[in-house]
C-alpha cells in the first residue's frame, strides 16, 4: 500500500486486479446493470489512483475502495432516476417480483435455469429498495462485510448498520416470500 | 425480553453480531417463541438468497481500461502522473489552485468518456465493428471490442453469465450455508464473497504479473495523431516513399546540412488500419516499446512513422534539436506520463542517461545548436530547448535507435515504428521533445495541432480555458462599434496577412474546425502535399474564435509569429474600425500612440502616402541596421535592462544566428511559394517594406523594426509600459535574459507567439476612447 501511495503504478495494477472482482460484484449489485458496474467500476479505480492521498490508511484499503465504489454508484443512480424517471423506480418497486415465479415449488434450486430466474428475482428485489438499505444489504450480505466494516464503508454507526440491515432484510422478506419456501 | 425487542436483534443474532449477553437473551427468547422463530428462519433464507447471488468476475481488460482512463485524463490535465501526482496529494494549496484547470479538464473528460462510452456500448450491442468512428478514441474502443475474443467475453450479457453456476459461487454458497457455526467462520466468511484467491492469482499468472498494466500503451496519442494523418496521405507507405525524403531533404537543405532526412512525418491510417486486422496486422498484439520491432516485422504496415533528429555527425557538427512546442501533447507526453502500472519495463526515461530518446513531431521548427552543448540526455535537452513554463521534457526509451517506437494499447491499436526499409535512412538515436501542458504555451500548442488537423477541437477547448489565455503575454483588447463589425474588420485584418481561421464558434455554440480554409495556392490543407505543407504551416499563423464565457467579448486566439505579429500591429493602427484599447498590454497599447501620430502627420502635412511605424528619435538607424543585419551576437546585460525601459525593446524579431536567419529565409520563401495565389498582403494596408505575397522578411518587422525613412515616433514614457514586453531577443538571448531576471523559462517556440484579441462591442468604445488622445476623436 506504502508503494501505492507512493506512486508505484505497478501496486496500484495489482490492486485493481486482486480487488476488481469483488468491486465489480458489488457494483452491480447495486445499481443492477452489468454496462454501469463496468462503468462505475473503472470511474471508482480511477478515482481511488487520483485520490490515493486522501487514503490514511485508517480503515482497510479494501474498505476505502468500497467507500469509492458505493459512493460512485449511489451517485450513478441518482443521476439515472433524475434522468430516467420511471424505469426502475417506483414502478420496479411496487412490482411484486412473487408474480412472475411461475411455480416455485417445481423448480429445482440446482437447475441452472431456475438459479438464474432466481437471481433475477432476488436482484429485483434488491433493486427495489431505496439506497441505504440495498446498499447495507449488498455489503453484508453478498460481499460479507461485518458491520464495523459496513459502519466504516458507509461512515455510520454501528447501530444503524444493524437496524437498517435488519428493516432490509424484513423488506426483502416480503418481496421474496415465494422464493423462501423453496 | 419480549418478542418486539427479540425481533429488532433477530438480524444482528443471524449474523453473530450481538454481545454475548445480548445473543445469549435472544436464544433463551427464542426458544420459547415459536413465531420470533419463524421469523429468524426467514431472515436466514431471505439472507442465504441474496448470498447464493451468482459471483459475477470483473469484466476483462478491466486493469487496462483503468489505465487508460488515468492516462487520458493524466494527458488532459496535461499532469504528470508519477511525478506530480504525489506532490499534488502532499500539497493541499497546489491542488486548490489546479481547480481551475480541473474543473475545465473533467468538463472535457466526462464530454469525451462520455462518447466513447457510448459509442463503445452502442457497438457493443451491435455486434459489428464501427466502419466509421468520430473520434480516435472511439475506435480504439470499438476496435477492442470488436476484436478482443475475451472482451467479448466479458461483454456477455449478465444473464447469461448467470445462468451458469461458476465454481466460484457454488463454492460460496457452501462456505454460506455453514456461516453460524462460529464467529471465527462468521468473521473467515466476512470476506468470503470474494472471489477465490486461487483465481486472482490464477488470472494474474496467467497474465503475467503486471501485464494488466502494460508499460507504454501509448496508442490513443497515436491513434489522435493517426486522425488527422488520414486526412492528408492515401496511406502511410506512400507518404513515407513519395514525401518523406524530399520533406526531409527541403528541411536538411535548409539548415545547410547534408540531406539527411531530420524531418518526420505522422503519418498513415493508424486506426483505420487497426480497424482492418484483415489486412494482416496481428489482431491483439501487446505493444510495448521493445516491443515494437517485432510488430514492425509482423505487419508490414507503416503506421506512425517517426522520424529522429539527425545526430551531430549527419549535421556536420551540429546537433539538431527537435523543439516540438506545437506538439499535441498526447503524442509527446504519454510515453513518459505513464504511471507504468505494472510493468517495471516502462520506467520514465527521464532518468535514463545517454542519449536522449525522443518524439519528435511532424513540422516543428528545428534550432541549430552548437554542437559543443552535451547531446542527448533530457536535461542536454532542457538547457538546450529552454523548459517550458509548467511543462515538461520528456523522452522515451528508445531500444531501437532509428525508431521512435510508440507503443500501442494492449489490442495493438497502433503501432509506431521505423520508417519502412526502402524510407530515408536510419538516423541518430538523440531525439527529444519538449511538449507544454499548462499556460499559454498549452494553448499554442493545441491550437496550432488543431490546425494541423492533428488535434481536437476539444483538446483545444479544455485547454482554452479564461486562465491560461489571460497569462498570454500578447493581449490585445480591440474596441469596437459592434462585436461583429469588429470581428469582421479583425478576420479582415487577418486575411490580409494569409492567417487562416481553423476554428470557430458555430450558431450551435459548439466550435467546428473552420471550413474551406487553406494553406497554400488556393488548395485545402488536406490537399497540400507533404513539401509544402511543413514550410507553409511554419510560416502561417492560426486563429481559433473563442468566445469568452461572460458574452460581453469575443476572443480570438491567435498563433503567429514575431514578424508577422509586428506587421499586424502596424496595419491594425490603420484601421479606424478597431480602437486598441489601453486594456491590451503594452506593446499594442503603443498602437494608440502610433494611430495618434498618424493622424497628427496626416493633419498637419496631409495624406502623401500610406503611413509608417514611427520610430524612436536616434534610434532609426541602429533598428534599421539590426533589421538589415541580423545580430550574432548578444549584447550585454546592461543593455538589455536599458532597452527594457524604451521602445527598443519591441526589437525582437531578429534571427538569432545567421544559420537560423537562413532557416527563417528559406522558410519565407518555402511561405511565398505556399502564398501564390493567396491574398496578398499588399491588398491591405502593408506595413512599410512589406513585400507582397511574401512571407516573414527581415526588413518587415513594421512596428518593431521599422523602416529606413519611417517618421520618428514619439517616445513612450519609460515604466508605462509592463516588463513583460520588453523581454527581448530569441531564442537562447531570450532564455538567458528570462533565466537571469529569475522569470523563469519561457517555452522556445521559436519566434511563435500566442496573442490573445479580444473584441469588445461598442459599450465600452466610449470608456476606450477616452484614453485615446484628442487628435484620434477628431
Given at each position: 500500500m506504502a508503494k501505492v501511495v507512493a506512486g508505484d503504478g505497478a501496486a496500484f495494477g495489482t490492486i485493481v486486479e486482486r480487488y476488481q472482482d469483488r468491486l465489480y460484484n458489488a457494483v452491480y449489485r447495486l445499481v443492477g446493470s452489468a454496462d454501469d458496474?463496468?462503468?462505475?467500476?473503472?470511474?471508482?479505480?480511477?478515482?481511488?489512483y487520483e485520490n490515493l492521498g486522501t487514503f490514511r490508511g485508517r480503515s482497510s484499503l479494501y474498505t476505502w475502495l468500497f467507500r469509492i465504489a458505493v459512493n460512485t454508484s449511489l451517485s450513478h443512480r441518482r443521476k439515472r432516476k433524475w434522468l430516467q424517471p420511471g424505469p426502475g423506480g417506483a414502478d420496479e418497486e411496487d412490482q411484486a417480483p412473487s408474480a412472475q415465479v411461475a411455480d416455485p415449488d417445481a423448480g429445482d434450486p440446482s437447475d441452472p435455469l431456475v438459479a438464474a430466474e432466481t437471481a433475477a428475482l432476488v436482484q429485483r428485489a434488491l433493486d427495489g429498495l431505496d439506497d441505504e438499505h440495498r446498499t447495507v444489504v449488498v455489503l453484508r450480505d453478498i460481499q460479507h462485510f461485518d458491520y464495523h466494516e459496513i459502519g466504516e464503508i458507509l461512515e455510520v454507526p454501528t447501530g444503524t448498520v444493524k437496524s437498517r440491515l435488519h428493516?432490509?432484510?424484513?423488506?426483502?422478506?416480503?418481496?421474496?416470500?415465494?422464493?423462501?419456501?423453496? | 425480553m419480549l418478542c418486539e425487542q427479540t425481533r429488532e436483534h433477530l438480524s444482528a443474532y443471524l449474523d453473530r453480531e450481538l454481545t454475548v449477553e445480548l445473543?445469549?437473551?435472544?436464544?433463551?427468547?427464542?426458544?420459547?417463541?415459536?413465531?420470533?422463530?419463524?421469523?429468524?428462519?426467514?431472515?436466514?433464507?431471505?439472507?442465504?438468497?441474496?448470498?447464493?447471488?451468482?459471483?459475477?468476475?470483473?469484466?476483462?481488460?478491466?486493469?487496462?481500461?483503468?489505465?487508460?482512463?488515468?492516462?487520458r485524463r493524466a494527458i488532459l490535465a496535461g499532469a504528470h502522473p508519477a511525478e506530480e501526482a504525489p506532490r499534488e496529494r502532499t500539497l493541499p494549496m497546489e491542488r486548490v489552485r489546479l481547480w481551475p484547470r480541473a474543473l475545465a479538464v473533467a468538463a472535457t473528460v466526462i464530454l469525451s468518456v462520455g462518447i466513447g462510452v457510448l459509442a463503445y456500448l452502442t457497438n457493443e450491442r451491435r455486434g459489428s465493428p464501427t466502419q466509421e468512428a468520430p473520434s480516435p478514441v472511439l475506435r480504439e474502443e470499438v476496435r477492442v471490442a470488436d476484436t478482443t475474443p475475451a472482451m467479448r467475453k466479458a461483454t456477455t450479457p449478465p444473464a447469461a453469465r448467470e445462468s451458469s453456476p461458476d465454481p466460484g459461487a457454488m463454492a460460496q454458497d457452501k462456505r454460506h450455508r455453514g456461516l453460524e457455526e462460529t464467529n471465527e467462520v462468521a468473521i473467515a466468511n466476512g470476506r468470503m464473497g470474494q472471489p477465490p484467491e486461487a483465481a486472482v492469482a490464477e488470472r494474474m499468472k496467467e497474465k503475467g504479473e503486471g501485464l494488466a498494466f502494460p508499460p507504454v500503451a501509448a496508442a490513443k496519442p497515436a491513434a489522435r495523431e493517426g486522425k488527422g494523418a488520414d486526412a492528408y496521405f492515401d496511406s502511410a507507405e506512400q507518404a513515407a516513399q513519395k514525401n518523406m525524403p524530399k520533406l526531409a531533404k527541403e528541411k536538411a537543405d535548409s539548415l545547410g546540412g547534408p540531406a539527411k532526412p531530420d524531418a518526420l512525418a505522422i503519418t498513415g491510417a493508424v486506426t483505420e488500419g487497426a480497424l482492418k486486422p484483415?489486412?494482416?496486422?496481428?489482431?491483439?498484439?501487446?505493444?510495448?516499446?521493445?516491443?515494437?520491432?517485432?510488430?514492425?516485422?509482423?505487419?508490414?504496415?507503416?503506421?506512425?512513422?517517426?522520424?529522429?533528429?539527425?545526430?551531430?555527425?549527419?549535421?556536420g557538427g551540429k546537433a539538431v534539436t527537435k523543439e516540438t512546442p506545437l506538439a499535441p501533447a498526447a503524442l509527446a507526453e504519454k510515453p513518459a506520463q505513464l504511471?507504468?502500472?505494472?510493468?517495471?519495463?516502462?520506467?520514465?526515461?527521464?532518468?535514463?542517461?545517454?542519449?536522449a530518446p525522443a518524439i519528435a513531431h511532424a513540422m516543428e521548427r528545428p534550432a541549430v545548436v552548437p554542437a559543443e552543448k552535451p547531446a542527448g540526455g533530457v536535461d542536454a535537452g532542457e538547457k538546450r530547448l529552454g523548459q517550458p513554463r509548467a511543462g515538461k521534457t520528456i523522452a522515451v526509451p528508445a531500444e531501437q535507435p532509428p525508431t521512435t517506437a510508440f507503443g500501442a494499447a494492449p489490442g495493438g491499436t497502433a503501432v509506431a515504428k521505423a520508417p519502412a526499409a526502402d524510407g530515408p535512412p536510419a538516423l541518430g538515436s538523440a531525439i527529444r521533445a519538449v511538449t507544454v501542458t499548462s499556460g499559454p504555451a498549452a494553448v499554442q500548442q493545441a491550437l496550432v495541432s488543431v490546425s494541423r488537423g492533428l488535434g481536437r477541437i476539444e483538446d483545444l477547448q479544455a485547454v482554452a480555458t479564461r486562465e491560461n489565455l489571460r497569462?498570454?503575454?500578447?493581449?490585445?483588447?480591440?474596441?469596437?462599434?459592434?462585436?461583429?463589425?469588429?470581428?469582421?474588420?479583425?478576420?479582415?485584418?487577418?486575411?490580409?496577412?494569409?492567417?487562416e481561421v481553423v476554428a470557430r464558434r458555430g450558431e450551435n455554440g459548439r466550435y467546428a474546425i473552420?471550413?474551406?480554409?487553406?494553406?497554400?495556392?488556393?488548395?485545402?490543407?488536406?490537399?497540400?502535399?507533404l513539401e509544402e505543407r511543413p514550410a507553409a504551416e511554419e510560416a502561417r499563423p492560426t486563429g481559433f474564435y473563442y468566445a469568452a464565457p461572460d458574452g460581453r467579448e469575443d476572443t480570438w486566439v491567435v498563433v503567429t509569429d514575431r514578424d508577422h505579429l509586428s506587421r499586424f500591429a502596424t496595419q491594425l493602427s490603420q484601421v479606424d474600425a478597431l480602437t486598441v484599447s489601453t486594456d491590451s498590454s503594452g506593446v499594442f497599447r503603443s498602437i494608440v500612440d502610433l494611430k495618434r501620430e498618424n493622424l497628427r502627420r496626416q493633419t498637419a502635412v496631409g495624406e502623401t502616402g500610406r503611413p509608417k511605424a514611427p520610430r524612436e528619435p536616434g534610434k532609426a538607424e541602429a533598428g534599421g541596421g539590426e533589421a538589415a543585419k541580423p545580430r550574432t551576437t548578444p549584447e550585454p546585460e546592461k543593455d538589455r535592462t536599458a532597452e527594457a525601459l524604451d521602445l527598443e525593446g519591441y526589437q525582437i524579431a531578429k534571427p538569432m544566428s545567421p544559420a537560423a536567419d537562413d532557416g527563417a529565409k528559406a522558410l519565407g520563401d518555402a511561405a511565398a511559394r505556399a502564398n501564390r495565389g493567396k491574398l496578398a498582403p499588399a491588398d491591405a494596408p502593408a506595413a512599410p517594406g512589406q513585400q507582397a505575397g511574401r512571407g516573414p522578411a527581415r526588413s518587415d518587422w513594421g512596428l518593431y523594426g521599422g523602416a529606413a525613412g519611417a517618421p520618428a515616433a514619439p517616445k513612450a514614457p519609460p515604466g508605462e509600459l509592463p516588463e513583460k514586453w520588453y523581454r527581448n531577443g530569441v531564442g537562447q538571448e531570450r532564455e538567458e535574459h528570462y533565466?537571469?531576471?529569475?522569470?523563469?523559462?519561457?517555452?522556445?517556440?521559436?519566434?511563435q507567439v500566442l496573442v490573445v484579441i479580444r473584441v469588445r462591442p461598442a459599450e465600452a468604445k466610449e470608456a476606450a476612447r477616452e484614453s485615446v488622445p484628442a487628435e484620434s476623436a477628431k
Open positions: 458496474a463496468r462503468d462505475l467500476l473503472q470511474n471508482t479505480f480511477v478515482k481511488a428493516r432490509a432484510r424484513l423488506m426483502l422478506r416480503d418481496k421474496l416470500k415465494p422464493l423462501l419456501s423453496t | 445473543a445469549a437473551a435472544v436464544r433463551d427468547h427464542l426458544d420459547s417463541c415459536a413465531e420470533c422463530r419463524t421469523m429468524l428462519e426467514e431472515l436466514r433464507a431471505t439472507r442465504d438468497l441474496l448470498g447464493r447471488l451468482p459471483v459475477l468476475a470483473a469484466p476483462e481488460h478491466t486493469a487496462q481500461d483503468v489505465q487508460r482512463e488515468i492516462e484483415a489486412q494482416g496486422r496481428p489482431e491483439s498484439v501487446p505493444m510495448v516499446p521493445d516491443k515494437a520491432k517485432a510488430a514492425e516485422s509482423k505487419s508490414g504496415v507503416l503506421d506512425l512513422q517517426i522520424a529522429t533528429a539527425p545526430t551531430e555527425e549527419a549535421m504511471p507504468s502500472m505494472g510493468a517495471p519495463a516502462a520506467k520514465p526515461a527521464t532518468t535514463t542517461p545517454g542519449p497569462q498570454a503575454e500578447y493581449q490585445l483588447v480591440l474596441v469596437a462599434d459592434s462585436r461583429r463589425t469588429g470581428n469582421q474588420a479583425l478576420e479582415q485584418l487577418f486575411r490580409s496577412n494569409g492567417w473552420a471550413k474551406g480554409r487553406s494553406a497554400g495556392a488556393g488548395s485545402g490543407t488536406g490537399n497540400l502535399s533565466r537571469q531576471a529569475g522569470l523563469g523559462a519561457r517555452p522556445a517556440t521559436g519566434n
